[in-house]
């Protein structure tokens, strides 16, 4: 298997694990901004000094420079790489060390290692641990025999793992397993987007997904504007929270105003409507417009505006 094919194939792995429907928009990562500098000093006081590698990684990351979230000194010594440099290009950075022949034995310990958490309960899932060898080019081009661990210290929705705690040793020494943060990340409150929530609506509808915080505070500033005071507010907001998902679903670029017209053309609220309630101009409206039709790639005989009406919701 060629290196490239074996990258895209370990990066298909790691889209599996991200958010069901929020893991690309600016919601989670708003939402993660808010504690990814509290995590990392957190883990410096813990693991700045220690003589093995110590990392922690956000799997969920859309961009290669969010993908560490913590790198500590002994990290540089062991790869040749600085800090910054891991920084700045991610996982491309790691994947493009390893031996082509041996990417596919690793995509498939990934793989055992996430359905193995997938069906234990969340906090036997919080301590599986794992171990793997493998090669590891440096910097210099000189190659290593190094050995690693990992385990979870925050897990997504679909009960996957997000944040991952990691070691990295050369097979020389003796292996060292260090304690995991996780007691001391549990004291960090951390936003909705990183927390396992299932959160049962009723005895015959349970939401699997977490809602993120932003987009109910969207709900609730446009909800005097479309929820009917006829109605019990209770079932319109899950109506509401449902759209949402859905529309993010299909496209998850879409940036929070989009979202807000979206929903409401999907209760019939007119343009004119539209404009005054969210304080736009015709022309930023119109270009709203333009840009949603984009992203969700509907043809020009297309009514956005229908589309949004007849949404149907997972």
Not at 45 to 74: C, H
Not at 280 to 302: A, C, D, P, V, W
């Amino acid at each position: 298997m060629s290196l490239s094919k074996a990258n895209k194939q370990y990066v298909n792995v790691l889209q599996q694990v991200k958010y069901e429907f929020l893991s690309n928009t600016i919601y989670q990562q708003r939402a993660f901004q808010q504690i990814k500098h509290e995590i990392h000093d957190l883990l410096a006081s813990q693991y700045d000094a220690a003589d093995i590698g110590v990392y922690a990684f956000d799997i969920s990351a859309t961009t290669p420079s969010d993908y560490f979230i913590y790198i500590n000194p002994a990290i540089e010594k062991l790869t040749g790489y600085t800090r910054e440099e891991l920084q700045r290009h991610g996982a491309r950075l790691v994947l493009s060390r390893f031996k082509a022949e041996e990417l596919p034995r690793i995509i498939e310990f990934h793989n055992d290692y996430f359905r193995k958490i997938y069906s234990l309960p969340h906090e036997e899932a919080l301590s599986l641990r794992y171990y793997i060898r493998n090669s590891f080019c440096r910097k210099d081009g000189t190659w290593l025999e190094v050995q690693g661990s990992g385990q979870p210290l925050s897990m997504l929705s679909d009960h996957l793992p997000q944040l991952l705690f990691c070691t990295l040793q050369l097979i020389s020494n003796d292996f060292v397993y260090i304690g995991s943060p996780q007691h001391l990340i549990e004291q960090i409150t951390l936003p909705e987007s990183t927390i396992v929530n299932t959160e049962k609506l009723d005895d015959s509808d349970t939401v699997h997904s977490i809602i993120n915080s932003s987009i109910q505070a969207h709900v609730e500033e446009l909800a005097q504007h479309v929820f009917s005071p006829n109605e019990e507010y209770h079932w319109q907001y899950r109506e509401a929270l449902r759209f949402m998902k859905t529309l993010l679903t299909q496209c998850s670029t879409l940036s929070p105003t989009e979202v807000k017209i979206c929903f409401l053309m999907h209760k019939h609220i007119a343009s004119m409507k539209i404009v005054e309630i969210l304080g736009l101009s015709m022309r930023t409206f119109e270009n709203h417009r333009s840009r949603i039709r984009k992203k969700l790639g509907l043809q020009k005989h297309t009514s956005l505006s229908a589309f949004m009406i007849g949404l149907k919701m997972g």
